[in-house]
């Protein structure tokens, strides 16, 4: 697992929640849709922290 | 004969969450339902049919919630229940802050854990005072299918201010963790709810809320 800041996509509903964007990583996309995530507090306004399972 | 305690309290997954520092000393039980499953205190959507011990979706399909009142409000929540899916999208507990006045049309101030065969995922998140919804942990590497041929689940959640904790208990398997995450600040516990969105899910005892 690690951990990353991401930017949030969604609108907020439970069709399109308010989820990290792993496209918007600070280095770069991941490239990948993590399996497994969870937040770890932090969150603000346009981003949220997460804990995820890389591949 | 002798006496077993792992074995008594298997039902209810008291002694898995005891083990696990989840269920401790203060939190008293809230609502008991052993082998009766109890009468919900407000609906929306397609309504549950309480039958003995088991609370069963009509077969409309639509979002729905069946809520119960908690004694009064509490900061830290424990509730354990079983579900089968049915053929249901999505099925799961909530935890209600009480803020906001009871649940009406809309969700709002609240914890949610989710079995959502429909979208290959377990997932929790939070909703917020304006009922916008933030996902806070996902997990495709466990969920079962939406058919009327899958087990019996057990699903449990549990908050205490930024904690929150779901649990799983798939069959006759064990109760494990699946999902924990720091979340949004709601502490003040009202109303525990089912979520499901007709279409024949089952919730089925035991039932059982703790808190603190």
Known sequence: METGTFQKKGVGTEEDPIQPDFETAPGGPLGYQPVRWESVGGETATTMTVRYQTQ | ?212
Request: glycine share 12%.
């Open chain 2, 1 to 212: 004969m002798s006496y077993a305690p792992a074995t008594f309290h298997a039902g209810t997954g008291e002694d898995f969450f005891r083990k696990e520092g989840i269920l401790v000393d203060g939190m008293a039980p809230l609502i008991s339902a052993r082998y009766t499953f109890p009468t919900p205190d407000s609906n929306s959507g397609t309504a549950i049919t309480v039958t003995n011990s088991v609370g069963k979706a009509g077969a409309v399909q639509a979002v729905s919630w069946t809520a119960f009142d908690l004694p009064s409000a509490k900061s830290k929540i424990l509730a354990v229940t079983y579900m089968q899916p049915s053929t249901t999208g999505y099925i799961g507990w909530g935890i209600h802050d009480s803020t906001t006045a009871a649940l009406v049309a809309t969700i709002k101030d609240s914890y949610q854990g989710i079995h959502h065969p429909g979208g290959n995922n377990m997932h929790f998140g939070s909703y917020n005072a304006s009922g916008g919804f933030t996902l806070l942990g996902t997990d495709t590497t466990f969920f079962q299918e939406n058919s009327a041929d899958q087990p019996v689940m057990g699903l449990g959640l549990f908050a205490d201010g930024t904690d929150l904790k779901m649990f799983v208990k798939s069959g006759t398997g064990q109760w494990f963790q699946i999902l924990t995450a720091s979340a949004a600040t709601l502490t003040s516990f009202h109303q525990v709810y089912f979520r499901q969105n007709g279409l024949n899910a089952r919730f089925i005892c035991p039932m059982f809320v703790w808190g603190s």
